[in-house]
T-cell receptor, first 113, second 113 residues
């Protein structure tokens, strides 16, 4: 069965510092992996995805994510955090033969000025 | 205008009432989904539809029903609302390609007293 784990409920980082939001997954076949961001009173917005190829994926707003097959991880990163990055972040997985997307519980990112 | 529109955005109602949440989209996608978001649980799939004649249960369909009135419209009903259905509800769409992200509405915040 597919599953996604986001081990941290909240991540705190100072503005200008690098940030990492962790995600590990379990899927029977090859995964499609996604990161979404949710701002208050808004729906989820797509940030980036891993389908195949280069393990480092670049997305919107300067975010990137690194796919690690051996560790079954897909951590979200940004070299320099902004206060405006403060939001709720969701990791999601879908197996390549399927259509159902499984979402993690979410990690709240708080960037302090 | 938003690509995925949900109405109402907020609703407070009483136990036992019938409630309908509506979703419409202008993205031209065939696939539509209803999710429920609860703190600490991420998003859980209630129902999904791959075209007008296709309706499928998700992981938490009990107490809910749906109707796909057209390619662009997908409504969720609570036949007899109960307090533990208090949550944030999201509609999402995606195209037929499994490696594409979903597109979300801004949600309906439902409170059942």
């Amino acid at each position: 069965a597919q599953s996604v784990a986001q081990p941290e409920d909240q991540v705190n980082v100072a503005e200008g510092n690098p940030l990492t939001v962790k995600c590990t997954y379990s899927v029977s076949g090859n995964p499609y992996l996604f990161w979404y961001v949710q701002y208050p009173n808004r729906g989820l917005q797509f940030l980036l995805k891993y389908i195949t190829g280069d393990n480092l994926v670049k997305g919107s707003y300067g975010f990137e994510a690194e796919f690690n097959k051996s560790q079954t991880s897909f951590h979200l990163k940004k070299p320099s955090a902004l206060v405006s990055d403060s939001a709720l972040y969701f990791c999601a997985v879908r197996d390549t033969g399927g259509f159902k997307t499984i979402f993690g519980a979410g990690t709240r990112l708080f960037v302090k000025a | 205008d938003a690509d995925v529109t949900q109405t109402p955005r907020n609703r407070i109602t009483k136990t036992g009432k019938r409630i309908m949440l509506e979703c419409s989209q202008t993205k031209g996608h065939d696939r539509m989904y209803w999710y429920r978001q609860d703190p600490g649980l991420g998003l859980r799939l209630i129902y999904y539809s791959f075209d007008v004649k296709d309706i499928n249960k998700g992981e938490i369909s009990d107490g809910y029903s749906v109707s796909r009135q057209a390619q662009a419209k997908f409504s969720l009903s609570l036949e007899s609302a109960i307090p533990n259905q208090t949550a944030l509800y999201f509609c999402a769409t995606s195209d037929l390609t499994s490696n594409q992200p979903q597109h979300f509405g801004d949600g309906t915040r439902l409170s059942i007293l």
